[in-house]
C-alpha cells in the first residue's frame, strides 16, 4: 500500500508566535488513524520548534529548501546535515517557486537529492507545468523532461523520494487542475517511474497533487488513483481547513 500524505507548505508566511499557534492548534487536534503521514513544511526560524509540537502528535516535518554542499561559506543556506542534526523528516526540492525566482538547475536539484538521502532526509520533488505548456497541450512532455534527472538514482535512492505534482498555472490563482487532469498526470508520472525502475517500485511511489487544493475539492482528488494526497499551500496556514485535507484522505 502507498502511503497517503498531506504536507502542509507555509512558504514564507507565520511570525515566530502565529508558527507556534498553527502547529499547536494542528498538533491537539489531529489523531493519526491509518498509515498516513502528515508533514508540517514550515520556514527555517520554526523548524526547531515545531518539530517538538509535533513530534508529540504523530507529525512529520520538512524543510522548504536545503544546500548541496555539506557546510561552508555560503551565507543564508542551511545544509542536510544541520536538518538531520534537528531530525528534520523531509524536504521540497525543485518547487516551482525556487525554479522560477532562484533559477535552480536540474543538476543542483540532483545534487540537493543526494545531499538529503546521504542524511536519511526523504525529498519531495516537485514538477509541474506553467499554463502555456497547458495550452500548447506540452504539459506531458515538460513534466517528463523535468523528472529526468531522477532516473540517474538508484532503486534504493529513488525509492525514498515522494514526488509532488503542481501544475504552476493553478497554485495561487485560485485555478485548479480537474480531478480527470490531475489523475492523468499522476498515471502519465506513475508510468515513467515503472519504464525506469519497475513495477513494484512505481506502486509504492507516492505522488502528490500541489495545485491550490483545498477542503471542498481534497475529497474529489483524492479519490483518484494515482493521487496519494496533497502538497498544500494557502489552505496550510488554516489550521481547520488544512485538517479537513486531512480529513478527505
Known amino acids: 500500500m502507498r ?3 498531506v504536507a502542509g507548505n507555509w512558504k514564507m508566511n507565520m511570525n515566530f508566535e502565529e508558527g507556534i499557534q498553527l502547529s499547536s492548534e494542528i498538533a491537539k ?12 513544511i514550515p520556514p527555517y526560524i520554526h523548524l526547531s520548534k515545531v518539530k517538538e509540537v509535533a513530534l508529540a502528535a504523530g507529525l512529520k516535518v520538512g524543510a522548504q529548501n536545503v544546500h548541496f554542499e555539506k557546510n561552508g561559506a555560503f551565507t543564508g543556506e542551511i545544509s542536510a546535515e544541520q536538518l538531520a542534526s534537528m531530525k528534520i523528516d523531509y524536504a521540497l526540492v525543485g518547487h516551482s517557486e525556487r525554479r522560477k525566482y532562484f533559477h535552480e538547475s536540474n543538476q543542483d536539484l540532483l545534487k540537493k537529492i543526494k545531499a538529503l ?14 499554463l502555456e505548456a497547458r495550452k500548447s497541450d506540452l504539459h506531458f512532455k515538460t513534466v517528463a523532461e523535468q523528472l529526468k534527472i531522477l532516473w540517474e538514482l538508484s532503486k534504493e535512492e529513488f ?24 489523475q492523468e498526470m ?11 525502475y519497475g ?38 496556514l488554516n489550521s481547520n481547513d488544512f485538517l479537513a485535507i486531512v480529513n478527505a484522505l
Do not use: M
Not at 29 to 40: A, D, G, P, R, W
Not at 120 to 129: D, H, L, N, V
Not at 208 to 219: E, H, I, R, T, V
Open 3 to 5: 502511503t497517503k500524505i
Open 29 to 40: 487536534t489531529y489523531t493519526k488513524k491509518n498509515q498516513e503521514e502528515v508533514i508540517l
Open 117 to 130: 538521502l546521504a542524511e536519511g532526509i526523504r525529498p519531495i520533488f516537485c514538477c509541474g507545468e506553467e
Open 159 to 182: 525509492a525514498q523520494l515522494v514526488i509532488a505534482y503542481e501544475p504552476v498555472w493553478a497554485i495561487g490563482t485560485g485555478e485548479t487542475a480537474s480531478s480527470l487532469q490531475a
Open 186 to 196: 499522476h498515471a502519465s508520472i506513475r508510468a515513467l517511474v515503472k519504464e525506469h
Open 199 to 236: 513495477k513494484p517500485i512505481a506502486e509504492n511511489c507516492s505522488i502528490l497533487y500541489g495545485g491550490s487544493c483545498k477542503p471542498d475539492n481534497a475529497a474529489e482528488l483524492f479519490e483518484q488513483a494515482d493521487v496519494d494526497g496533497g502538497l498544500i499551500g494557502g489552505a496550510s
